[in-house]
């Protein structure tokens, strides 16, 4: 109904020649507003389960009744694709932007001046986590992952990301984080702001180049970019086995796979202690 509410309202106004909608839940518009001659993809960055799409013949219904209406589909990878969909289907996995303002180099300087805003000592070990606030992130294993650790050393934990508008739980989160952490000063809980988007790109740049070891143990994810922009910059990852961040990391070879707090702690201690040699 919403989608019809804007659509009606014009809210959207626009004359295209091509149209890319991402992710399901702006995937209805096409009903709504494509013209003729208009050519609309709709880019699918998740995995949506095909098997719970084909066992629900509502569900499947609701979706196919939108999709169809599409001239192709564009999948982040192989397993996304939903090979009973009518239309063609084609793979184009994301990319980063190694000039942008998230991906350049940066000088020590800027390094030290964000940490310095955020009070994160530049001589003690980091665990970051980048990413959203939501239930799939993982965060509580990046947590308990860090307590491990921190039985056998020093070392501080960051976890920095916001909150999407499009995901209603994320204050939830956010506040269960900072009520698990507020007792830990070695544990930094940053939402940072999206008011100026290049200075907060910055910003993310320069906490993960500072992590010693940087962590996405997520129970579902999509392509993971950010993992990406963690190996862009050569920092060592430990992520979940799921969505397509195999795609991405090799076991043992380009990173680790997230097992248990204990296992992937001691995976932990030992990139610490090689960072040290």
């Not at 090799?250 to 001691?266: I, R, S, V």
Request: proline share 7%.
């Amino acid at each position: 109904r919403n989608l019809e509410d804007c659509a009606n309202a014009n809210l959207i106004d626009y004359n295209p020649d091509v149209v890319l909608v991402h992710d399901p839940q702006p995937m209805g518009l096409i009903n709504y507003l494509k013209k003729p001659k208009e050519i609309w993809f709709w880019r699918c960055h998740i995995d949506i389960e095909e098997t719970p799409l084909s066992v629900s013949p509502d569900l499947w219904d609701f979706i196919t009744n939108w999709i169809e209406h599409y001239d192709s589909a564009i999948f982040s990878a192989a397993h996304y694709i939903v090979s009973l969909w009518p239309i063609p289907e084609f793979i184009i996995p994301p990319f980063i932007d190694p000039l942008s303002e998230k991906n350049r180099e940066l000088s020590q300087e800027e390094i030290d001046r964000v940490l310095a805003k955020y009070h994160i000592d530049p001589h003690v070990p980091i665990i970051t986590q980048i990413g959203r606030f939501d239930p799939w992130k993982g965060i509580d294993r990046t947590i308990a992952t860090y307590r491990q650790v921190r039985r056998k050393g020093k070392c501080q934990l960051v976890l920095a990301g916001g909150l999407a508008t499009d995901d209603p739980e994320g204050e939830g989160i956010l506040a269960k984080v900072y009520e698990e952490t507020k007792n830990d000063v070695d544990i930094h809980v940053l939402n940072l702001s999206m008011a100026n988007r290049l200075e907060n790109w910055m910003e993310v740049n320069a906490l993960q180049r500072a992590a010693s070891v940087i962590m996405q143990p997520s129970t579902k994810e999509g392509f993971g970019l950010v993992i990406t922009e963690a190996l862009w910059k050569r920092k060592p990852v430990i992520a979940a086995n799921v969505g397509a961040i195999p795609l991405q990391i090799k076991d043992g070879e380009t990173g680790y796979f997230y097992q248990t707090p204990y296992l992937t702690a001691q995976k932990v201690l030992g990139l610490l202690e090689n960072a040290e040699a």
